[in-house]
Nanobody, 124 residues
Framework: QVQLVEGGGGSAQTGGSLRLSCAPS????????MAWFRQAPGKEREFVAA????????EYADPVKGRFTIFRENPKNTMYLQMNSLKPEETAVYYC?????????????????WGQGTQVTVSS
């Protein structure tokens, strides 16, 4: 089993920055792909970014490209999401997800392990 503990959520002004963290514990050797999803009230969970262990081939949702950066610190395997130039419509609960093998990085159903979520609120 793998447990994911998220941190770093909070409030920011429009145009501000936040950094989220996700620390895995347990059988971390099975954590090869890690990702971030978010869910706003009344909306479906949506993909934000993902990276395999090398992080050299990170993938981003179009709305966050150029503003968000996902990176991992090995060997602890902690994952971060640096969010810059935040917008009010990005207010949501952000979830960390992990899995050993993922074929479609953007598909939430492919991830077995999930964090509890951390709230991000962006005010105008």
């Amino acid at each position: 089993q793998v447990q994911l503990v998220e941190g770093g959520g909070g409030s920011a002004q429009t145009g501000g920055s936040l950094r989220l963290s996700c620390a895995p514990s347990g059988r971390t050797s099975s954590v090869y792909v890690m990702a971030w999803f978010r869910q706003a009230p009344g909306k479906e969970r949506e993909f934000v970014a993902a990276a395999r262990r090398s992080a050299s081939n990170a993938e981003y949702a179009d709305p966050v490209k150029g503003r968000f950066t996902i990176f991992r610190e090995n060997p602890k395997n902690t994952m971060y999401l640096q969010m810059n130039s935040l917008k009010p419509e990005e207010t949501a609960v952000y979830y960390c997800a992990a899995q050993s093998v993922v074929y479609d990085l953007r598909r939430a159903a492919e991830y077995r392990y999930w964090g509890q979520g951390t709230q991000v609120t962006v005010s105008s």
